[in-house]
């Protein structure tokens, strides 16, 4: 197996199934042409994200790690007409490349970006009394994905789903003498996942043009 043979089968679902269209390829293209990462989820995932939530029937979306806004178009596509994305990002230059991709791709109105350290804006959400989301991506810096989660618990109700990207790390998530922030971040993360009672998580390795990763997956329960 090799990663030429993941691209190969993610570009044949992508091209098969997921069928991008101009607005996210546009997102993908201004996001490179403003000096983004491409650390962007990809186009089978996005659709995989919009698919869990209009299964869920999700009408508020909190996204944590915005970047140039390709999730959130993914997301934001899977409200109702009368839902809400509130989506957080620390990098002031993402934010407005984001806005850009999400008012192009017809999203703007359904979508809050809030600009700032996300252990800021959620501690901001949950001082103003947000509503509960029913559905929570966590994808920004990982270290920080323990404080995320207990910040998302707050901004939870029964049945909240809750998405963690990026917790296999090429495997290294198996690695407990780790010395990199990342990977201690995501086996707290993990290891809450499974300690609290108020959720039932999983987690699945993922292949694809992202290389060797994985996502969680919890739910609040009742
Ligand atoms: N969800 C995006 C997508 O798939 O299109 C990708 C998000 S990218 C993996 C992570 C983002 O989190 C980056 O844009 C980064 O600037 C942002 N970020 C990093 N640290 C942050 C922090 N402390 N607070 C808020 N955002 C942060």
Request: proline residues 5%.
């Given at each position: 197996m090799s990663v030429q043979q993941w691209n190969a089968v993610d570009d044949y679902f992508s091209r098969s199934l997921?069928?991008?269209?101009a607005a996210l390829e546009a997102a993908l293209a201004d996001s490179a042409a403003a000096g983004l990462p491409a650390i962007n989820v990809a186009p089978n995932q996005g659709k995989f994200l919009n698919l869990l939530a209009r299964i869920h029937g999700a009408r508020r979306i909190l996204e944590i790690g915005?970047?140039?806004g390709y999730s959130a178009i993914w997301l934001a596509r899977a409200l109702p007409a009368d839902g809400r994305l509130v989506t957080l990002e620390f990098e002031p230059r993402h934010v407005e490349v984001a806005a850009a991709n999400l008012a192009r791709a017809g999203q703007a109105d359904k979508v809050d970006i809030r600009q700032g350290a996300a252990l800021d804006t959620l501690a901001q959400l949950i001082a103003e009394g947000a509503a509960p989301f029913d559905l929570i991506f966590i994808d920004a810096d990982k270290p920080n994905n323990p404080h995320y989660l207990e910040l998302a618990l707050r901004l939870s109700r029964p049945g909240t789903v809750i998405i963690g990207d990026n917790v296999v790390r090429k495997g290294e998530v198996?690695?407990?003498?780790?010395?990199?922030p990342a990977i201690q971040g995501t086996r707290r993360f993990i290891e809450l996942l499974g300690a609290n009672p108020r959720l039932s998580a999983t987690a699945l390795q993922t292949v694809g043009s992202k290389g060797y990763d994985g996502f969680a997956l919890a739910i609040v329960e009742a």
């Amino acid at each position: 197996m090799s990663v030429q043979q993941w691209n190969a089968v993610d570009d044949y679902f992508s091209r098969s199934l997921v069928k991008q269209d101009a607005a996210l390829e546009a997102a993908l293209a201004d996001s490179a042409a403003a000096g983004l990462p491409a650390i962007n989820v990809a186009p089978n995932q996005g659709k995989f994200l919009n698919l869990l939530a209009r299964i869920h029937g999700a009408r508020r979306i909190l996204e944590i790690g915005t970047l140039g806004g390709y999730s959130a178009i993914w997301l934001a596509r899977a409200l109702p007409a009368d839902g809400r994305l509130v989506t957080l990002e620390f990098e002031p230059r993402h934010v407005e490349v984001a806005a850009a991709n999400l008012a192009r791709a017809g999203q703007a109105d359904k979508v809050d970006i809030r600009q700032g350290a996300a252990l800021d804006t959620l501690a901001q959400l949950i001082a103003e009394g947000a509503a509960p989301f029913d559905l929570i991506f966590i994808d920004a810096d990982k270290p920080n994905n323990p404080h995320y989660l207990e910040l998302a618990l707050r901004l939870s109700r029964p049945g909240t789903v809750i998405i963690g990207d990026n917790v296999v790390r090429k495997g290294e998530v198996v690695n407990a003498a780790s010395a990199d922030p990342a990977i201690q971040g995501t086996r707290r993360f993990i290891e809450l996942l499974g300690a609290n009672p108020r959720l039932s998580a999983t987690a699945l390795q993922t292949v694809g043009s992202k290389g060797y990763d994985g996502f969680a997956l919890a739910i609040v329960e009742a």
